[in-house]
Nanobody, 118 residues
Framework: QVQLVESGGGLVQAGGSLRLSCAASGSIFAISDMNWYRQAPGKQRELVAGITSGGNTNYADFVKGRFTISRENAKNTVYLQMNSLKPEDTAVYYC????????????WGQGTQVTVSS
């Protein structure tokens, strides 16, 4: 069973920065794709950024140029560096691990709150 533990959320003023971390247990991290999603109150969960096992990245348009996703396989950890934060970035941020073998298997963290004040 894979466990994902997020950290790094908090309260920050608009224009500030935060770095989220997500540590995974187990031995499948290096062969898994990793994503960050977020969910604001009353809204659907949305993809923020992703990084494949090979290091290819993708970003939602609303974070391009502001957020950077990275991974450190030696530490089983994925990061989300968030700069130039806006009040609309306020949400619970979730880490997602995707393992693709014979079928797709998703694992989720418990989420970390990010609040950006204006």
């Amino acid at each position: 069973q894979v466990q994902l533990v997020e950290s790094g959320g908090g309260l920050v003023q608009a224009g500030g920065s935060l770095r989220l971390s997500c540590a995974a247990s187990g031995s499948i991290f290096a062969i898994s794709d990793m994503n960050w999603y977020r969910q604001a109150p009353g809204k659907q969960r949305e993809l923020v950024a992703g990084i494949t096992s090979g290091g290819n990245t993708n970003y939602a348009d609303f974070v391009k140029g502001r957020f950077t996703i990275s991974r450190e396989n030696a530490k089983n950890t994925v990061y989300l560096q968030m700069n130039s934060l806006k009040p609309e970035d306020t949400a619970v941020y979730y880490c997602n691990l995707v393992l693709r073998l014979l079928s797709r298997k998703d694992y989720w963290g418990q989420g970390t709150q990010v609040t950006v004040s204006s």
